[in-house]
């Protein structure tokens, strides 16, 4: 089953930095597009970025200037750098990518299972 898997979660102080990633499950498996998206306890799920497949990325109002989207296409991974963090920044962090595979050539999307990102003040 094709999936994304994110990593680099933990905690950090105000201030600090740190990356995300999203990798794609299996060498066969392409990232076309992906976006990062963030829910808090008690909050909806809401976009912080979005990189299309024409590299045209999108930011949230909140993380604009802080945090910024980048891929890796021979390591078919998906990054959010993050810095400056702030504890409202605080939540769980999903990749969502529209993917191909050899034998599903029209793109879909799946959705990791996120990961904690936790900025202490």
């Known amino acids: 089953q094709v999936q994304v898997v994110e990593s680099g979660g933990g905690l950090v102080q105000a201030g600090g930095s740190l990356r995300l990633s999203c990798a794609a499950s299996g060498s066969t498996t392409s990232i076309k597009a992906a976006g990062w998206y963030r829910q808090a306890p008690g909050k909806s799920r809401e976009l912080v970025a979005d990189?299309?497949?024409?590299?045209?990325?999108t930011y949230g109002d909140s993380v604009m200037g802080r945090l910024t989207i980048s891929r890796d296409n021979a390591k078919n991974t998906v990054y959010l750098q993050m810095n400056n963090l702030k504890p409202e920044d605080t939540a769980v962090y999903y990749c969502?990518?529209?993917?191909?595979?050899?034998?599903?050539?029209?793109?879909?999307?799946?959705w990791g299972q996120g990961t904690q990102v936790t900025v202490s003040s």
């Open positions: 969502k990518a529209d993917v191909t595979t050899p034998w599903r050539t029209a793109a879909y999307t799946v």
């Open positions: 990189l299309s497949s024409d590299g045209r990325t």
